[in-house]
């Protein structure tokens, strides 16, 4: 559904991205792992279109998009659940969502109210994950966990059929990562799902495959028990976190 | 008075009130010539009027950048004067000076000046566009020159009603809602699928041909256009209404119009340093009252309400 092939990216001398190969199935969940500055977020801008990348390419469903703009990718069914969110503040909940529905159809009607079924819609995605009754409180004034409820109702409003997710637990007391990673886990089968995340309770939960990220580059790829028995990975990464 | 009851009549006065608002100044307005005759003598308050409801006009389009979108642009009397312009050429030139016609070239022409300028300025952002819009607006002002004398009457209230009927539909439409995500989260507006680019582009276009409407009706109730019309000062003061009146808030840039020009223009009469005025106003509503006028308008009748 999503790959890169030999992606690099480079900033001044520094290599955030060393040559990244990656394949992700149709209705698959993959994770991906590894310390702090292993070019996670840089895979994901780069995989959003936010960065463009030094070198290599990424397809999507077959198709070279190396290089498109981040609403052109969206177009084209990426979306992503941003690490810190990216929502509108002081509307509504249910407008935050319902701005995203919209998108589809397009910003340009002027002259009309929005249609009642993209209210609709929203409101069944705010109950989706857990907000239902919460459509008038602004974005704003939520609590930190159902913020990243509301952040993953965004993402979800354009019927993606690629999720990036980054970081959906961070800053999460333990009940919240509950109700978030149940969540994630309960989606769509057919949707694609890539998760950056460093509690690896949740990675072992939602991962069908986990690829290790390294100084730029994927040095391990597997099973959660494959990657779990792999010397190098423990040695850089999940010694420090497991043991 | 049972809590239902209570919360049913709270919902048809706040459904009601802006609406009943409108009309009252729209009755007020219609008005004038019975209620202003003690100061008819010298025709001066008519004037004054005028400039306000043209005011108004260019403080509505520029709201819909500064308000709605969220782009602060400081060049605003170039599209104004460009469609002051090309009212009273097309006047001239056509040797008809029917008002539809000059409000169509004012309209043709500030959009295709503002689709120009707005290619490049809205690439920029923040204090950047800001210096962009206020760059070109001085060389739209130095390529400005002096027409003469232009004949032609006007019928201006209509067209400011439609101005602001139309402001109103597009801010509750699902064009303005999107102006609105794009003035509080662009990168969100991006990865939902929204070509930022280019809704800013049209928010500019749009913004940019309203305020031509605004220059037309210049030209022909005033039947003389002048570069200062393009100038930074005209810029100042639509940015100055929006401010005062309220960012967002619709009716505001039209009431900070109303307010602007009666202290430029009423109170020198009256007190001295009305300039000095403006200037502390202006302070004291960016320090105090974001919101402007109606914001504080609507903030005390939320708590009256409470």
Do not use: C
């Amino acid at each position: 559904m999503i790959e890169t092939r030999e992606l690099r990216r480079e900033f001044g001398g520094i290599k955030a991205l060393a040559g990244v190969t990656l394949k992700v199935a149709e209705g698959e969940r993959r994770a991906i792992i590894g310390p702090n500055g292993a070019g996670k977020t840089t895979l994901f801008n780069v995989l959003t279109g936010e960065l463009e990348p030094t070198a290599g390419e990424v397809r999507l469903a077959g198709e070279d998009v190396t290089g498109r703009r981040p609403h052109e990718l969206a177009r084209r069914g990426v979306a992503r659940m941003y690490q810190r969110n990216e929502l509108f503040d002081p509307l509504p909940a249910r407008d935050n969502v319902a701005i995203g529905v919209a998108a589809a159809a397009g910003p340009y009607r002027p002259f009309r109210a929005p249609p009642a079924s993209e209210l609709l819609a929203a409101e069944e995605l705010l109950e989706r994950v857990g907000l239902a009754g919460r459509g008038s409180v602004p974005a704003r004034a939520l609590s930190h966990g159902e913020r990243r409820q509301l952040e993953l109702a965004v993402a979800l409003a354009r019927r993606p059929r690629v999720l990036l997710l980054d970081e959906p637990t961070a800053g999460m007391s333990p009940a919240e990562t509950n109700r978030i990673t149940d969540l994630i886990a309960s989606l769509d089968r057919s949707l694609t799902l890539v998760v950056v995340e460093h509690d690896m309770d949740v990675v072992f939960r939602l991962a069908e495959r986990i690829s290790v990220l390294h100084e730029g580059r994927v040095i391990a790829e597997g099973t959660p028990a494959e990657v779990r028995g792999d010397t190098l990975v423990n040695e850089v990464y999940l010694g420090k976190v497991v043991a | 008075m049972p809590k239902s009851e209570q919360g049913a009549v709270r919902r048809a006065l706040s459904r009601f009130a802006l609406p009943a608002a409108a009309l009252a100044v729209a009755a007020l307005l219609v008005t004038f010539p019975i209620w202003s005759t003690p100061w008819e003598s010298s025709r001066y308050a008519t004037g004054i009027l005028r400039d306000m409801l043209i005011l108004a006009i260019l403080a509505l389009s520029l709201d819909l950048l500064v308000g709605s979108a969220g782009m602060p642009s400081l060049g605003h009397a170039a599209y104004f004067g460009a469609g002051a312009y090309a009212a009273a050429i097309a006047g001239q030139r056509l040797g008809n000076d029917d008002l539809l016609l000059g409000l169509g070239a004012a309209i043709l022409v500030s959009a295709l000046l503002a689709l120009v300028i707005g290619t490049v300025a809205v690439r920029a952002a923040g204090i950047f566009f800001l210096m962009l819009t206020l760059a070109f607006a001085q060389m739209v002002f130095a390529i400005a020159f002096q027409a003469a004398d232009i004949t032609g009457g006007s019928n201006g209230l209509v067209v400011f009603l439609l101005v602001l009927l139309l402001a109103w539909r597009l801010r509750s439409s699902a064009y303005g809602r999107a102006l609105v995500g794009l003035r509080e989260n662009e990168r969100r507006m991006r990865a939902l699928g929204y070509d930022t680019t280019r809704l800013k582009l049209s928010a500019f276009v749009v913004a940019g041909a309203i305020a031509g409407v605004g220059g037309a009706l210049q030209a022909y109730s005033i039947r003389f256009v002048s570069p200062n019309d393009v100038g930074v000062a005209r810029s100042v003061e639509a940015f100055v209404s929006v401010l005062i009146g309220g960012v967002s808030t619709l009716l505001g840039p039209v009431v900070g119009a109303v307010v602007v020009l009666f202290i430029e223009r009423v109170m020198p009469s009256y007190i001295a340093f009305s300039e000095t005025v403006l200037g502390l106003v202006f302070i004291v509503f960016v320090l105090a009252a974001r919101r402007g006028i109606v914001g504080l308008v609507r903030e005390s009748y939320a708590r009256v309400r409470a």
